[in-house]
Every structure is written in structure tokens, then in C-alpha cells.
């Protein structure tokens, strides 16, 4: 029985996975990444409450090396409609 645990752990170690993790905004869900082929990758997030009537969308453009590089911030007018959804709660 110990033998067969020990090549069971032996192989549960060569195993890997590609995961990225780090804290998100409070305020914010629905978070969406998209990867560039560059290496470069934009979290687009959007705020749970409105701000002055107008839906908020933050984009946050990171390095391959998760370092963030710039953050921008859109507002859009709860009834436009932004690539066919309408952004209404």
C-alpha cells in the first residue's frame, strides 16, 4: 500500500496548471479578461451601481508579467445600447 502512494504523490506533483490570480475591485463584477497576442492582457470590469445615471466600465491593461500598466474608465448612458446590449438593471 505505501508504494502505491508514493508513486500516487509522485505523480500528483509533475502535474501543472495555468492559473492567474489576484484580488478584483470591490463595487465591481462580470469581470472579463482578454489576452493580446503580445503577451499583454485587459481586465474589463463593471460596476455594480450606476454613477450619476451612467453604467461604469473600468479597463485595467496589464503586462505578461501581471503588473498593471494603465487603468481607463468609461461611462455610458444606462440606455444606450453598447454592441447590442442594453445596459439597464
Given at each position: 500500500?505505501s508504494?502505491?502512494?508514493c ?5 500528483a ?22 489576452e493580446?497576442?503580445k503577451?499583454?492582457f485587459?481586465?474589463e470590469?463593471?460596476?455594480?451601481d450606476?454613477?450619476?445615471?451612467q ?6 491593461l496589464y503586462s ?12 455610458i448612458?444606462?440606455k444606450n445600447?453598447?454592441?447590442g446590449?442594453?445596459l439597464?438593471?
Amino acid at each position: 500500500m505505501s508504494v502505491l502512494l508514493c508513486s500516487y504523490f509522485s505523480v500528483a506533483q509533475l502535474s501543472t496548471e495555468k492559473r492567474i490570480e489576484f484580488d478584483l475591485r470591490n463595487g465591481y463584477s462580470g469581470e472579463t479578461i482578454f489576452e493580446s497576442t503580445k503577451g499583454y492582457f485587459v481586465l474589463e470590469s463593471r460596476a455594480d451601481d450606476y454613477v450619476d445615471g451612467q453604467a461604469e466600465i473600468k479597463y485595467d491593461l496589464y503586462s505578461g508579467d501581471l503588473e498593471l500598466e494603465k487603468t481607463e474608465t468609461v461611462l455610458i448612458p444606462k440606455k444606450n445600447d453598447v454592441q447590442g446590449i442594453v445596459l439597464q438593471r
